[in-house]
């Protein structure tokens, strides 16, 4: 059984950065793509950036472009989201997704493992 833990989540004002962790446990953490999502209340969840299981391939959200970097330990069994920048509309609580496929580019689906999230409230 693979288990995610987000942790880094915090209230910070505009233009402040945070770093989102995502700790997996279990040998399949590695050789799959993980992404990061997030869902502002009242909203869809929504993709914001995925890295491959190698770390040397990633994708963002339009929104997020410039501002976050996905990034990946496989030694450690840890993926990052370093986001700068950051906005009001940033505010959501993250998810942590780690997919069943080692194909890239990432093909999610309804079985992926999941952490349980962690807040952001970016302030103006």
């Known amino acids: 059984q693979v288990q995610l833990v987000e942790s880094g989540g915090g209230l910070v004002q505009a233009g402040a950065s945070l770093r989102l962790t995502c700790s997996g446990s279990?040998?399949?953490?590695?050789?799959?793509?993980v992404g990061w999502f997030r869902q502002a209340p009242g909203k869809e969840r929504e993709s914001v950036a995925e890295i491959s299981w190698v770390g040397d391939d990633t994708a963002y959200a339009d929104a997020v472009k410039g501002r976050f970097t996905i990034s990946r330990d496989n030694t450690q069994n840890t993926v990052y989201l370093q986001m700068a920048s950051l906005k009001p509309e940033d505010t959501a609580t993250y998810y942590c997704?780690?997919?069943?496929?080692?194909?890239?580019?990432?093909?999610?689906?309804?079985?992926?493992?999941w952490g349980q999230g962690t807040q952001v409230t970016v302030s103006s």
């Open positions: 279990g040998r399949t953490f590695n050789g799959y793509p």
């Open positions: 997704r780690k997919s069943r496929r080692s194909t890239w580019p990432v093909q999610w689906s309804r079985t992926d493992y």
